[in-house]
Structure formats: C-alpha cells, structure tokens
C-alpha cells in the first residue's frame, strides 16, 4: 500500500465503522492494486450478486443518483469505474444525457457492459472504453457530469481520483459518487455489521464461486472513509457545495459536488 492509499483509509471520525461486542474491532483495509482483476473473475455473475444481495435496492440508488444531475439537457457525461454500465445507463434512461463515457480497467466486465448497451440500441450514445480512474485519458473541462458508483473505495490514491474528477469536469459540472457507508444507528449499524461481515461473503462465494471477492466487500466498506471524513476529501480537491445524501437509513450515500 503506498502513502497515499494509507492516508486515506486510515482516516477516521466519529464517522467510522467502529467495532460490535461480537467484534470488536473492524478489519484491516486490504491493498486496492490490481483489483480490477478480481472483477474480472466475477464479471459473468456480478449484476446477478447486485440485485440479489442489495434486493434490488441498488437499482432505486442509481435512480437517485440520475436524479442528481445539474440543470440543462444534452449533458455529457463520464461514467468512472463504469463496470458493466448499470449507472451510466440508468443516468441515460432521463433523456437528458446527449453522449456517456465509461471507463474501467476490468476488461470482462466491459464486454457484459458493451453487450448490454448494444442489446438496448444504445451505441450511439453510450460508449464503454479500457481506463483508469486515477488517471483519466481525456482533456480538462470537458464533462458536465463524472459520476463513480461503488467504485472510489477499490482506488489505490482516493485524492488523486477526486482530483482527477476535478479536472475533467466543465466549470459548472458536477461529480456525483455513490458509495456503500454505514449507518449512524447503533443498532442498524450492528446488524449491518453482522450482515457483511459474516453472512453476505458466504452467500456471495458461494453465487460467484469466488471466496475473496465478497470478503473484499466488507472489509473496504467497513475501512473507508464515509459522511463528513469523505466530504472533506471531495472538499479539499476543490469542490464546492458538498453535499452528502444519505440512502436506506445510511447504507449508501450519495456524495455530491460542484466545480465553481
């Protein structure tokens, strides 16, 4: 892990996971290198483990996010840690996204993606390419939209995405982040705990046959920075008006900011 990775998953506020009397303490934060290929893996499975073990909920939280998008139609869009388009489809799906872009390093998870676009006839709009979101491959000022769902936390330099998202964005665009968080009820929080830490990798494995993928899930949901320690980061890369929007009684948020 290199120093960038471990200042960022080390920070801490009273907005951390904490430990539960079964648990103490939570686990430690695994290394982010290379976990495009773990994706890669799961990719034939991985909508199928979305909707399953999220009861479909992860659909309605992408539609919030669509909902989120600034004023104006036509808008151009970059989809980061894209996987296989779910969000940049769903942000399609309003009528008001006249070109979307998503890029990702999981090249298996690109194709379902691309099968998907081409099955809904969406080419022409929609486009998903091989790219890194810690480093993006295109020009300054040119979106008016980067949105990243479930993807910030698998980056190994979180301030340089952010500031990479900055970049990238029109003056005036807004970057719209959907992550996992945890609830700030104690007791939803432990029974949340509970659920992804011992129930949710066995079911995962044993769905994607893939034992370290979803023991992976829970131990960056539970090490990530959420609430007010992730708005500072979003604030410290030169957004403004960040917001933090709370989902199903805090086990996902929307993060949102603006470039002035």
Known sequence: MDKAESINLKMTNHDSAGGTPGNPQPPTAPSRHDVHKMFDRIASRYDLLNHLLSAN??????????QLLPDGDNLSVLDLACGTGDQLITLHETGR?????GIDLAEKMLDVG???ISRLKLNSS?????????????GNDLYDTVTISFGIR???????????MYRVLKPGGRALILEFSLPANELLRNGYLFYLRHLLPKLGALISGDNAAYRYLNETIET??????FCALMTNAGFKAVSQTTLSTGIASIYQGDKK
Request: glycine fraction near 10%; aromatic fraction near 6%.
């Open 57 to 66: 909920i992860d659909k309605h939280w992408r539609q919030r996010v669509a």
């Open 97 to 101: 996204v006249g070109q979307g872009i």
């Open 114 to 116: 691309r099968k998907k």
């Open 126 to 138: 929609l486009s998903l390419q091989t790219g890194d979101a810690g480093k993006i491959p295109f």
């Open 154 to 164: 698998n980056m190994t330099d979180v301030n340089q995405t952010l500031c990479e």
């Open 224 to 229: 990530f920075p959420h609430g007010s320690a």
